[in-house]
């Protein structure tokens, strides 16, 4: 199996600042048809299921602000929220979608400082 | 708009069966891979299993292989997955999924608690 290693385990950075959160694969996850790494990010605020928010390790997803941006290669993977906003508190949680099973992350807690 | 409600969770005791069923609507069903993911409380996303589109391809998590079944109803438009030989291990919020990309999709989810 894939395991996904994410860091930090939790983060608090303040309104308007820069959060970045790492995700780890623990073998390569490029998709050898399309030449893209197969790894996508969640949000997942209290009480809410996950909303997908990037995939293909850097494609947002439609409707997603363009404050989240997704970037990696190789085995290492970063979600980035350039400005923070209170909406933005939430677990993150990266996954592979290469092979079965389809693995997450441990997920990383957003909070503002 | 693309929906995706699970019913069927509640309370079963250990070695007790349950059957979750996912009613899809907004999108072409049958057009989907669909996927079951749980969450225990407090924890991180598992994922379970998938089913192809006409549900002759069938995938499993080690912890629930020959336990858990995974089917579905085109023509209802409805993913199950029927559930035996529970363990607490397995109380958790059950997420029906859809997979465009990846899961591009989620359901509210519905509890499943399994305790005597």
């Known amino acids: 199996d894939i395991v996904m290693t994410q860091s930090p385990d939790s983060l608090a950075v303040s309104l308007g600042e820069r959060a970045t959160i790492n995700c780890k694969s623990s073998?390569?996850?490029?998709?050898?048809?399309?030449?893209?790494?197969?790894v996508a990010w969640y949000q997942q605020r209290p009480g809410q299921p996950p909303k997908l928010l990037i995939y293909?390790?850097?494609t947002r997803e439609s409707g997603v602000p363009d404050r989240f941006s997704g970037s990696g290669s190789a085995t290492d993977f970063t979600l980035t929220i350039s400005s923070l906003q209170a909406e933005d508190v939430a677990v993150y949680y990266c996954?592979?979608?290469?092979?079965?099973?389809?693995?997450f992350g441990q997920g990383t807690k957003l909070e503002i400082k | 708009e693309v929906h995706l409600v699970e019913s069927g969770g509640g309370l079963v005791q250990p070695g007790g069966s349950l059957r979750l069923s996912c009613a899809a609507s907004?999108?072409?069903?049958?057009?989907?891979?669909m996927h079951w993911v749980r969450q225990a409380p407090g924890k991180g996303l598992v994922w379970v299993s998938h089913?192809?589109?006409?549900?002759?391809?069938?995938t499993y998590a080690d912890s629930v292989k020959g336990r858990f079944t995974i089917s579905r109803d085109n023509a209802q438009n409805t993913l199950y997955v029927e559930m035996n030989s529970l363990r607490a291990e397995d109380t958790a919020v059950y997420y029906c999924?859809?997979?465009?990309?990846?899961?591009?999709?989620w359901g509210q989810g519905t509890l499943v608690t399994v305790s005597s």
């Open positions: 999924v859809r997979e465009g990309v990846t899961m591009d999709y």
């Open positions: 907004g999108f072409a069903f049958s057009s989907y891979w």
């Open positions: 089913i192809n589109t006409v549900g002759s391809t069938t």
């Open positions: 073998q390569s996850v490029l998709n050898s048809s399309n030449r893209k790494n197969s």
């Open positions: 293909w390790a850097s």
């Open positions: 996954q592979q979608y290469y092979s079965s099973p389809y693995t």
